[in-house]
């Protein structure tokens, strides 16, 4: 069972930035798509990028394209997912996940394994 750690969330003004790290426990880690999902409050759990376990291949949702970057460090088992021109939209917990899933994976139930969530807040 993977387990995961996020980390590096805040308090930034509208304009700045983050970058948020998922630790995972394990090195088989390499084999899981790895997503970034977030949850505001009174709102539902969203996608908003994940980047493939074999290809690299990134995916965004459309409000972030342009201002989110995901990557992987495979020799740390840590994904990383920076933030720029952080908007106070972007305000809720971020939380990474993990996905064995053979498909697109954009999906929230396509995720069996999950961070703790860390919070990002952005003021205006």
């Known amino acids: 069972q993977v387990q995961l750690v996020d980390s590096g969330g805040g308090l930034v003004q509208a304009g700045g930035s983050l970058r948020l790290s998922c630790a995972a426990s394990?090195?088989?880690?390499?084999?899981?798509?790895v997503g970034w999902f977030r949850q505001a409050p009174g709102k539902e759990r969203e996608f908003v990028a994940a980047i493939s376990k074999s290809t690299d291949d990134t995916y965004y949702a459309a409000s972030v394209k342009g201002r989110f970057t995901i990557s992987r460090d495979n020799a740390k088992n840590t994904v990383h997912l920076q933030l720029i021109s952080l908007k106070p939209e972007d305000t809720a917990v971020y939380y990474c996940?993990?996905?064995?899933?053979?498909?697109?994976?954009?999906?929230?139930?396509?995720?069996?394994?999950w961070g703790q969530g860390t919070q990002v807040t952005v003021s205006s």
């Open positions: 394990e090195r088989t880690f390499t084999m899981y798509h």
């Open positions: 996940a993990a996905s064995a899933w053979s498909g697109r994976p954009v999906l929230t139930y396509q995720y069996a394994y």
